[in-house]
């Protein structure tokens, strides 16, 4: 399994970024598909989840801003950011897990200017 994020970048509060993570070597359909984030000196912290009957759960620091979907077509999640805000800023990271076994991508940063 493979995964790897894409979208990451430099934007002013405010402002909105879609993430995606893109699967292979896998039958993504079938995965729960969970977003995290860690900030520098922080713990890896959980972001988001999307179940593959396509429930959502959101953690209480970004429910309402941020959405997170997928598409099982391209074998992609997604994670659409908006309202961003100085502490959202962190390496964002996709995972799914697959026979007890978890994946992870490289991660991509995201950093907000306030």
């Known amino acids: 399994v493979q995964l790897v994020e894409s979208g990451g970048g430099l934007v002013q509060a405010g402002g909105s970024l879609r993430l995606s993570c893109a699967a292979s070597?896998?039958?993504?359909?079938?995965?729960?598909m969970v977003w995290y984030r860690q900030a520098p000196g922080n713990q890896r912290e959980w972001v988001a989840t999307?179940?593959?009957?396509?429930?959502?759960i959101y953690a209480g620091s970004v429910k309402g801003r941020f959405t997170i979907s997928r598409d099982n077509a391209k074998s992609t999640g997604y994670l659409q950011m908006a309202s961003l805000k100085f502490e959202d800023t962190a390496r964002y990271y996709c995972?799914?897990?697959?026979?007890?076994?978890?994946?992870w991508g490289q991660g991509t940063q995201v950093t907000v200017s306030s």
């Open positions: 995972n799914v897990r697959q026979s007890g076994d978890a994946y």
């Open positions: 070597g896998t039958i993504f359909s079938s995965l729960t």
């Open positions: 999307i179940t593959s009957a396509f429930s959502r």
